[in-house]
């Protein structure tokens, strides 16, 4: 800030020196003690004029500065009001109206991320019940179906059984056949001699 107000003072400062030195210029033969105390004084007053002028200048340009650098930190709340009545006034409007623009545009960024949130473990909710359902029907049916091949073990231990228990039937069975053929003929024989 300071680069500003020397811009703006040096200028007052040269211009009020110019003007001493056209006045001790015109009337150069002439000058008393009491005219270079009046340019003395005059000087030293040219150049307290030139900085305040210049300070003047660059405080509202320094105080919307500094607000600018809050905004741009995240301080959406950062507001500059001006009391003079010129350009550097509006433009503090207009800041002003940005950094309202932009906080407003945060909240309506914030309260839409929050419902879309909501919205999100509503149904990640909902996917979760029916994920968990599923998996409980899942279990349920691994239980059945591990149940039904037991039992398919079970049966087709008991048809094994069964199998070795026929093929040994059929084993007596055939054993007995020529023992049953030889009775019938037998029979057959006793009832030909009784006959």
Do not use: H, W
């Not at 301080?75 to 109206?97: G, P």
């Not at 079970?154 to 053929?181: D, G, M, R, Y």
């Amino acid at each position: 800030m300071a680069r500003l107000t020397s811009k703006v003072a040096i200028p007052i400062i040269l211009v009020g020196l110019f003007a001493i030195a056209i006045f001790i210029a015109m009337d150069f033969e002439k000058l008393e003690l009491s005219f270079y105390v009046v340019l003395f004084l005059l000087t030293v007053y040219v150049f307290f004029f030139g900085f305040a002028m210049g300070q003047s200048f660059a405080s509202p340009i320094k105080k919307l500065l500094d607000r600018a650098n809050e905004l741009k930190r995240g301080n959406l709340s950062s507001r500059a009001y001006l009391e003079t009545k010129d350009e550097l006034s509006e433009l503090a409007k207009v800041f002003n109206e940005i950094a309202e623009e932009l906080e407003a545009s945060r909240l309506q960024n914030e309260n839409t991320e929050k419902s879309v949130d909501i919205k999100v473990r509503a149904r990640t909710q909902a996917l979760e019940e029916t994920i968990n359902a599923l998996e409980q029907k899942i279990k349920n049916r691994t239980i059945e179906l591990e149940k039904l091949i037991k039992e398919s073990a079970f049966f087709q231990e008991q048809a094994k059984e069964k199998n070795v228990e026929t093929a040994q039937l059929k084993q007596q069975l055939n054993s007995f056949k020529p023992k049953i053929n030889n009775l019938k003929n037998k029979e057959a024989d006793l009832e030909e001699k009784n006959a």
